[in-house]
C-alpha cells in the first residue's frame, strides 16, 4: 500500500451515503474519518444520533430486480458488498414485495458495523464550512438537511442561488390502537411469497361519503407556514403531502396511495370500498406502523382530528406525527464531474440526496460510489463509472450531465426508474417461443433492460 493509501478520506454526513462511502473506503483498505454533526447538533428532523438513520419511510421501495428499477438497483448494490444492502436484509419486515426494515434495528446495526470497523473513526461535531485545505480527499454527504454553516460555504464557493425543495414525513401508529373489526391485513394483489409478506399490510376501508368529508378536511386544516424566503421552494413530487395531492384535484388520492385496487375487504367482501389507506409495519416487533404515502405538512392538532376520521383509526395513537423539512441539492449537471468532484475544487467530492437523486437506496448508492472513486483515486487505481445501461450508471449520467438542458436551471431530484437508462430492442417472443402481445412486451422489456444491467455490471466490476 502506497503512503498516500495511508491517508484518511473525510466523509462529512454520516446518513446513508456517508455511511455507504465510509464502508467501500474501509473494505478497499483506506483508513476514513466519518464526521457527524448529531450527537453534538441537531435537526429539525432526525430523532437519534444513530448512522444511516431512516427520516421518513422505513422502505426501501420494491425489491423485484426483474422489472423494477429500484429492485435493479437493490441488486447491484448486493452485488457491490453495499452495507445498506446488507443491513437492510438482515433487519428486513414484512412488507410484500417491498423491502422494508425496522429502522431503529438497521440504524443500530449500521452504527455498530462501521465503528466497530478498524479502519474507520467517527468524529461527532459540525464540519463549519468548507473542510480545511490539508483533507485532500472529502466526500460531503451531508444530505437534505446541510447545516447551514455548510451549505452558505458551498454556495459561495460555487456562486449558484440555493437549489431546495421540500421534503415530507409521514405519521406512526401504534398497531394496538388500530380497529381490526374494521381494517384488515393484506398485501396489495397478495404479493409476497410468505404469509407474513401476504399479510404485510393494514388496509382501512373508506365509501364515497367518508372519503369526501375526508378530502374536505384535508383541504380546510391548517398547514405549517414557509418563512418568506422558503415562499418559492417547491416540492419534490415524489414526496407530496396529501393535502397538495388533494389539491390537485379530488380523485388523486383514490388514484395514489389510496387507490382501492387488488384488496378485498374480509368484513364485507361484496362491497368494494371506494378508496383505501394503508399502513406498513414500522419495527420488528411490529409494534408500530407507518401510513403509506402520507407525507403531510398539516399542523399536529389538525393530523390527530382528521386521520382518526379514517375507519379503523377512530382510536389511533401516534408516535410520531407527520412534518416537513426543507432538502437541499446542487446544480450538479454543471458543478460536478464524472467522479463526483467539485470542478472547482476536486479535492471534495458529494454524495447522497445533495447532488440531486431522491430516495433511501439512490442516495447509498452514490454514497457507494463516491467511496470506490475515492478509494480508486488513493490507491492509484482509476475507474470509470458505471455502464449507462446500469442503474447505478444510469443515475450518475443523470446528475453529472444526463439532464436535458445540462442543468441549466430545471435540474430537480430523480429517483431511479428504467427512463434513465438507454432504450433495447423489446423481445418478440418469450422463452418458451411464444409472440408477446400487448401489456406483456412492456414488462418484457423491463426484464430485458434488467438482465443487460446485471451482465454489464458484472464486466464493469471484473474490469
Known sequence: ?????????????????????????????????????????????????GLAELVCSNSFRSDDHRTNAVGLLHEEMRQLNSIILTMGD????PAGGALAVDRDAFSAAVTKTLSEHPLVTVERGEVSGLPPEEWDSVIIATGPLTSDSLSKAILDETGE??????DAIAPVIYRESVNLEKAWFQSRYDKGETEAEKKAY????????????????LLDAPKTEFKEWEADTPYFDGCLPIEVM?????????????KPVGLTNPHDPTVKPWAIVQLRQDNALGTLFNMVGFQTKMKYGAQ???????????GAQFARLGGIHRNTFLNSPKLLDSQLRLKSRPRLRFAGQLIGVEGYVESAAMGLLAGRYAAAERLGRPIGAPPATTAMGALIAHVTGGHLDGGKGSFQPMNVNFGLFPAIETPKVDAEGKRIRGKAKGVARKMAMSARALDDLSAWQNA
Open 246 to 258: 388533494a389539491e390537485r384535484g379530488r380523485e388523486t388520492l383514490r388514484h395514489g396511495p389510496m
Open 304 to 314: 390527530t382530528d382528521i386521520f382518526r376520521m379514517i375507519p379503523g383509526l377512530e
Open 90 to 93: 438482515r433487519n428486513r419486515l
Open 202 to 217: 393494514l388496509n382501512c376501508p373508506m365509501d364515497k361519503a367518508q372519503y369526501d368529508a375526508f378530502i374536505d378536511a
Open 1 to 49: 500500500m502506497t503512503e498516500n493509501a495511508m491517508k484518511p478520506v473525510h466523509i462529512v454526513g454520516g446518513g446513508m451515503a456517508g455511511s455507504e462511502a465510509a464502508w467501500q473506503l474501509a473494505c478497499a483498505g483506506v483508513p476514513v474519518i466519518l464526521h457527524e454533526m448529531r450527537g453534538v447538533k441537531g435537526t429539525d428532523a432526525h430523532k437519534t444520533d
Open 161 to 166: 442561488g440555493e437549489l431546495a425543495f421540500f
